[in-house]
């Protein structure tokens, strides 16, 4: 694959371009093409004239190994194989990832869907089994190439990237990496409290975005942050509002989520621990890709006096949640 620069990883991805490296692989583009919501990699919905449109994924250059996105499809195809309703790469040829002039690229049927209603208790359970449905294939086998969800990555390596490349205001340096300590420090009490909680594949980014929701039911889409961890990381994001509500959906989620696997209620620990290395994360991402131009227009506001004294006081009140009880279910 060919080097991109890093600084504008996407530069001459045209939409002749675009529609070139379908032809390549027998996708025959009508000219019309549509940017999907994506700032990790470049999606696009693409008619065609004697077919339905397809979705192109182009990945961001130098994130994952071609080793790390064909394990990603194969878990997907897992998946479709025992009729659980993800969205595979087609294979076009003999694979499910091409290539053309450097940039790597999937194809994929698209499928439509609305948000699901998650303040519906029947929703949440369905949501719950087919969660269930995907972690008893995830425990099946390990990755073997894509990474483990740890608190070095997203929360040291996160911490150290942002204070090394100062994106933080020197008036409040001091201050956030105090908080952002205790927060790591919090997260990991919390890991010592769950024990040893096992790990499996799982979908990694599993929020209500990925889960497209017909009068048929789900579908799940964009593993691209598949990777190893605890079961509860594909159902916390699906949580929100005060602890009586909370409580009340992650109950809903493990009725349906249990009737395909056993769910360790120790996990129900690692909540805010895993919400807060999301929150740290995030901010280290958008730090990652600030050079791509994409970015600073998406982000405007990053970078700011005011935008790191939010940060500075959600860790805070983050620090205080990971010394509550855990939810009970």
């Given at each position: 694959?060919?080097?991109?620069?890093?600084?504008?990883?996407?530069?001459?991805?045209?939409?002749?371009?675009i529609?070139d490296a379908?032809?390549?692989?027998?996708?025959?583009?009508?000219?019309?093409l549509?940017a999907?919501?994506?700032?990790?990699?470049?999606?696009y919905?693409?008619?065609r004239d004697?077919?339905?449109?397809?979705?192109t994924?182009?990945y961001?250059?130098?994130?994952?190994?071609?080793?790390?996105?064909?394990e990603?499809?194969?878990?997907v195809?897992?998946?479709?194989?025992?009729e659980?309703p993800a969205?595979?790469a087609?294979?076009?040829?003999?694979?499910?990832?091409?290539?053309?002039?450097?940039f790597?690229?999937?194809v994929?049927?698209?499928h439509?869907?609305?948000?699901?209603?998650?303040?519906?208790?029947?929703?949440?359970?369905?949501?719950?089994?087919?969660?269930g449905r995907?972690?008893?294939?995830?425990?099946?086998q390990?990755?073997?190439s894509?990474?483990a969800?740890?608190?070095?990555?997203?929360g040291?390596?996160?911490?150290?990237y942002?204070?090394?490349h100062?994106?933080?205001?020197?008036e409040?340096?001091?201050?956030?990496?105090?908080?952002v300590?205790q927060?790591?420090d919090g997260?990991?009490?919390a890991?010592?409290?769950?024990?040893?909680?096992?790990?499996l594949?799982?979908?990694?980014d599993?929020h209500?975005g990925?889960?497209?929701?017909?009068?048929t039911?789900?579908h799940f889409?964009?593993?691209?942050d598949?990777?190893s961890?605890?079961?509860?990381?594909?159902l916390?994001?699906?949580?929100?509002?005060?602890?009586?509500?909370m409580e009340?959906?992650?109950?809903a989620?493990l009725?349906?989520?249990?009737?395909?696997?056993?769910?360790?209620?120790?996990?129900?620990?690692?909540?805010?621990?895993?919400?807060?290395?999301?929150?740290?994360?995030?901010?280290?991402?958008?730090?990652?890709r600030w050079?791509?131009?994409?970015?600073?227009l998406?982000?405007?506001?990053?970078?700011?006096q005011?935008?790191?004294?939010d940060?500075?006081?959600?860790?805070?009140e983050?620090?205080?949640?990971m010394?509550?009880?855990?939810?009970e279910?």
């Amino acid at each position: 694959m060919a080097d991109r620069n890093s600084a504008a990883p996407y530069d001459g991805l045209s939409p002749d371009r675009i529609l070139d490296a379908l032809d390549s692989v027998d996708i025959r583009g009508d000219g019309r093409l549509l940017a999907l919501n994506s700032f990790e990699n470049r999606v696009y919905q693409v008619w065609r004239d004697d077919a339905p449109p397809v979705v192109t994924k182009f990945y961001r250059p130098a994130r994952w190994t071609d080793a790390q996105i064909r394990e990603e499809h194969a878990f997907v195809e897992q998946l479709v194989e025992r009729e659980i309703p993800a969205v595979p790469a087609m294979r076009l040829g003999r694979s499910t990832l091409n290539e053309f002039e450097g940039f790597r690229f999937a194809v994929y049927d698209r499928h439509g869907g609305r948000a699901p209603e998650l303040e519906r208790r029947e929703t949440l359970v369905r949501i719950g089994r087919y969660i269930g449905r995907i972690h008893a294939v995830g425990a099946l086998q390990r990755f073997e190439s894509r990474p483990a969800l740890t608190i070095e990555e997203f929360g040291t390596a996160s911490r150290d990237y942002l204070l090394q490349h100062d994106f933080l205001p020197l008036e409040l340096r001091t201050v956030w990496h105090g908080v952002v300590d205790q927060a790591i420090d919090g997260v990991r009490r919390a890991f010592e409290r769950a024990g040893d909680v096992a790990t499996l594949r799982l979908h990694g980014d599993c929020h209500g975005g990925n889960v497209l929701w017909t009068d048929t039911g789900a579908h799940f889409v964009d593993f691209d942050d598949a990777r190893s961890g605890p079961s509860i990381q594909d159902l916390w994001m699906l949580l929100s509002g005060e602890r009586s509500a909370m409580e009340a959906q992650v109950s809903a989620l493990l009725e349906g989520y249990e009737d395909f696997r056993n769910f360790d209620r120790r996990e129900l620990a690692l909540i805010e621990a895993l919400r807060t290395l999301r929150l740290i994360h995030y901010c280290a991402w958008i730090a990652r890709r600030w050079n791509d131009p994409a970015f600073p227009l998406a982000f405007p506001w990053f970078n700011t006096q005011k935008y790191w004294q939010d940060r500075i006081l959600e860790l805070r009140e983050q620090i205080a949640a990971m010394d509550e009880p855990a939810l009970e279910a």
